[in-house]
């Protein structure tokens, strides 16, 4: 029964590069969900996607930041030219649930982004 | 030992004793309340949910307390054991145009000694 994988666990990258995270959901999870944690803080919302589909992206950066969650393989969370301040650990969590369905948020051991 | 959540972010306790670390939440919209736990390096792990149509869920060892009127959650963790020592969250979800997005507290980071 595996859980939410991510990879990578660890990502280092220098100022001006491109991070790409991915994030595989639980079997038979159809939604996805990104959030950042900064050190000693609590998790912040970043988006919500189906397949193919973006419901909520009200969490995301206007710029540099994209997700997408193709019909065919994992979730992918893209940042452009990141800078320091991109430094955080990005967790996926997923969830089986129909629309308006209560359902818990499984997570994933999340990547920590390291920018030199 | 009781904590008063975003205002004493860490609570001590003794091995098995109860442990109870308290949430206050805004958003009197919410409509469904999670506790997670989060151990160093891993992602938040689920414990607990509970909805706005009830007041008190049980689990194994574990205790939900909800009052809506106060927009306040508790965690109530029997005997605790030094394998709970890992920083607690609160999480809620408003529902409606909001469906998937979590907004987390704090937490709070509790403390077991043997």
């Known amino acids: 029964n595996a859980g939410v994988m991510q990879n990578p666990r660890h990502l280092v990258r220098r100022r001006g590069q491109e991070a790409r995270l991915r994030c595989s959901p639980m079997?038979?999870?159809?939604?996805v969900y990104w959030y950042r944690q900064l050190p000693e803080e609590g998790l912040k919302f970043m988006v919500y996607?189906?397949?193919?589909?973006?419901?909520?992206e009200s969490g995301m950066p206007k710029e540099r930041f994209s997700a997408e969650f193709p019909k065919e393989g994992p979730s992918i969370l893209r940042i452009q030219q990141v800078v320091r301040g991109d430094s955080a650990a990005y967790f996926c969590a997923s969830s089986p649930g129909a629309q308006n369905s209560n359902q818990p948020q499984h997570f994933g051991d999340g990547t920590r982004l390291s920018i030199l | 030992g009781e904590s008063v959540g975003l205002h004493l972010p860490t609570l001590s306790v003794q091995e098995g004793d109860n442990s109870i670390i308290n949430c206050a939440y805004s958003n009197s919209a919410s409509d469904y309340f999670i506790w997670y736990k989060q151990e160093s390096g891993k992602g938040p792990q689920f414990i607990i949910d509970?909805?706005?149509?009830?007041d008190k869920r049980q689990g194994q060892r574990v205790t939900v307390l909800l009052n809506k009127t106060v927009k306040h959650l508790s965690l109530q963790i029997a005997a605790t054991q030094p394998g709970d020592s890992a920083v607690y969250f609160c999480?809620?979800?408003?529902?409606?145009?909001?469906?998937?997005?979590?907004?987390f507290g704090q937490g709070t980071i509790l403390t077991v000694h043997p």
């Open positions: 996607l189906q397949k193919e589909n973006i419901i909520d």
């Open positions: 079997k038979g999870h159809s939604h």
């Open positions: 999480a809620e979800n408003a529902g409606g145009t909001s469906y998937g997005k979590l907004t």
């Open positions: 509970i909805r706005s149509n009830m």
